[in-house]
């Protein structure tokens, strides 16, 4: 990996902003990238991993918990948010609508939006909630990766890799890329990261 890659990620990463609503977002400044997928799929873990820290962002064992959207520094270079999980089934239908309104209000309207990494849990493959999303995002013509996660704990990672590189081929605001990861054993990390840091400023 880059040298100066490798020292952004290892480097300096701070929240600094949180907000449940889409009128209070924080000044547009940096480039951001922002993480989006299914409640449980791994957003706080892959967050975790990229950046070295066990805490960085909170990983629970309750689906949903997640309900701001949340802002980190990544040395003055990016920012990277954490979405709310979609897709829910617990959740209250009120309170799954509002997350919803607020994901999609967030990614149609932020001009220094450059890239969302769509995470897709490789035990299940592209499910119908992952379909929406990615069709929202050909709408509002936000390019986006996927990435899978937990590619430690799937049954046939070469089959699910390849089933959604064709859904992706699909869809006008999919890029080709796609990223393979386990944040428990924090492979497939070095390219998404490369990745990330040709965005950086």
Sequence with gaps: MDEAARKLFAGPCDFFWGTGNAE???????????????????????LNALTGRKNLARVSQTPGRTREINFFNLGGALTLVDLPGYGYAKASKTLAM????LIFAYLSGRAVLCRVLLLI??????????????ELLDK????????????DEANDLAATAAAVAGEARLHTAALEAQFVTSARENSGLEPLKEHLFALAR
Excluded: C, H
Excluded at 98 to 101: A, D, G, I, L
Excluded at 129 to 134: G, W, Y
């Design 98 to 101: 509002e997350w919803q309104n």
């Design 121 to 134: 849990d490789a035990r299940r493959g592209i499910m119908a909630t992952d379909l929406a999303v990615m």
């Design 24 to 46: 209070s977002l924080p000044p547009q400044k940096l480039p951001e990238v922002a993480v989006v997928g299914r409640s449980n799929v791994g957003k706080s873990s892959l």
């Design 140 to 151: 509002a013509a936000v390019p986006y990766v996927l990435v899978l996660t937990k590619a």
